[in-house]
């Protein structure tokens, strides 16, 4: 089936320090792919997406890159902020129209 | 577009009383809501696929008699958890899909903090 893995948390970074939030996926066919962003008390909010292969999303700063050959949708951040304090989650849409999440990751940016 | 609400954000509530969590999608009809539970170390699980006008269903493990789930109309979803217990205490979100799909993106709620004492 399908199934998301990201990397462990949490993720301490000062502020404009650069980030990265790997994940990989395993699943059939060609799966939409999203990050989603919760931050604290609230529910989860559509941070950036990508619907095929070599696709890029990108939104507030961060970016991910769709890439097929090593099924990877890792995000990306040049300069962190305190704002960006958040879970982190990566999920894809695949073939059974239900959305697979990974477990989250914490990142926390200090001054 | 395509805001989903949650109704009450928080709740606290005795143990053995029942607790209905609304989710309302907005600003478009979801025929198709989803209702998670996120546990304290931030994973989601899934709980239910909420069907307008048919049966909900339930993923393995949920008890639907415990969790009852009802989509009376294109924008509104009701979870409902029965005799509540403690550690039913947890936080709920619910989610929806644009019709026809979209892109396969979820939109959520602000989710529900509920405390069972």
């Known amino acids: 089936g399908d199934s998301v893995t990201q990397m462990e948390g949490p993720v301490t970074l000062s502020e404009e320090a650069f980030l990265t939030i790997n994940c990989t996926y395993t699943a059939t066919g060609y799966p939409s792919l999203f990050w989603y962003v919760q931050y604290p008390g609230e529910g989860l909010q559509l941070l950036l997406k990508?619907?095929?292969?070599?696709d890029k999303g990108s939104n507030k700063g961060f970016e991910a890159t769709y890439r097929k050959e090593t099924t990877s949708f890792h995000l990306e951040k040049g300069s962190v902020q305190v704002s960006d304090s958040a879970v982190y989650f990566c999920a894809l849409s695949g073939t059974a129209s239900k959305l697979t999440f990974g477990t989250g990751t914490r990142l926390q940016v200090t001054l | 577009g395509a805001v989903v609400s949650q109704h009450p954000s928080r709740v606290i509530c005795k143990s053995g009383t029942s607790v209905k969590i609304e989710c309302r999608s907005l600003?478009?009809?979801?025929?198709?809501m989803f209702w998670y539970r996120q546990f304290p170390k931030q994973s989601l699980m899934l709980m239910a696929t909420s069907n307008e006008g048919s049966k909900a269903t339930y993923e393995q493990g949920v008890e639907k008699d415990k969790f009852l789930i009802n989509h009376a109309s294109l924008t509104l979803s009701t979870l409902t958890v029965t005799s509540a217990h403690p550690e039913d205490s947890s936080f709920y979100i619910c989610s929806a899909r644009l019709p026809g799909g979209g892109t396969g993106e979820l939109f959520f709620g602000e989710g529900s903090r509920l405390t069972v004492l």
């Open positions: 600003d478009f009809q979801a025929t198709t």
């Open positions: 990508a619907t095929k292969a070599d």
